[in-house]
C-alpha cells in the first residue's frame, strides 16, 4: 500500500503544478475572446461630438424660448394698446352726427336766436369733449385737406378737375380719419385734384393715381 501512495503522490504534484500555469493561459471572464480593441482617442472624440450636438441642441431651445417670450409680451402689449378699437369705431359714427348737425345750423339763424344758439353751444361742448376723451386714449383725427393723396391712409370718392393743383392732390376731405397709435380705425373719404400739374413740379414726391373707393384695410 506504502508503494502505491508513492506512485500517486509524485503524478499528482506535477498536475498541481501545471494548473497555475492553465489558469494563467484562460481568458479574463469580463473580456471576451475576440472582442476589438477601442481605441481611447476615437472614444474620446466621439463624446465630445455627442456633447456638442446636446450643446447645440440646448442653444436652439433656449433660442426659441426667448423668441416665444417675446412673441407672447408684444402679443399682450398688443391687445392692451388697442383693446379699446372696437369702441372707438363705433363711437366714430357719433362725432360724424354731431358735425353734420352743427353744419346744418346758418349761421345767421344761430345769431338770432338765442334758444338755438344755446343748443348749437352745448352740441359743440359734446363734440369736443367727445374728442378730448380720444385724444387721452391716442386716437388721432386726420385732416388730410390740400395734402398728398396716400392709398394707406386715404379713401378716394371722386376726381375733381382743378388745374391748379398736382394729379393726386386732396382738394376736398369728405370725412376725417382716424387712427389709434398707429392702427388705422378708418380711412379718410377725399375727393383729389385731376388734370393738374405733374406732382414734380411742385416738388412733392409724385403720388400714386387714386381711384374712387380706393382705401385699406380698417380692421383692427
Known sequence: MAEERDEIGPATAAEDATEPEAQASEPS????????????????????????????????AAAEYDNAAKRAQRELQDAR???????ARDLLPVVDNLRRALSTVPVEAVEGDEQLKTLVTGVEMIERE??????????????????AFDPHLHEAMFEAPDPDRPDGMI??????????????????????????????DTGEAPAETPRPGDHVDTKA
Open 29 to 60: 471572464p469580463t473580456q471576451e475572446e475576440g472582442e476589438p480593441q477601442v481605441d481611447p482617442i476615437i472614444a474620446l472624440e466621439a463624446e465630445i461630438e455627442r456633447l456638442k450636438e446636446l450643446h447645440n441642441k440646448a442653444v436652439l
Open 81 to 87: 394698446k388697442f383693446a379699446s378699437a372696437g369702441l
Open 130 to 147: 367727445l374728442l378730448a376723451v380720444f385724444e387721452r386714449h391716442d386716437i388721432e383725427v386726420m385732416d388730410p385737406q390740400d395734402s
Open 171 to 200: 382738394v376736398q376731405v369728405l370725412q376725417p380719419g382716424y387712427r389709434l397709435h398707429d392702427r388705422l380705425l378708418r380711412p379718410a373719404r377725399v375727393a383729389v385734384a385731376k388734370g393738374g400739374k405733374p406732382a414734380a
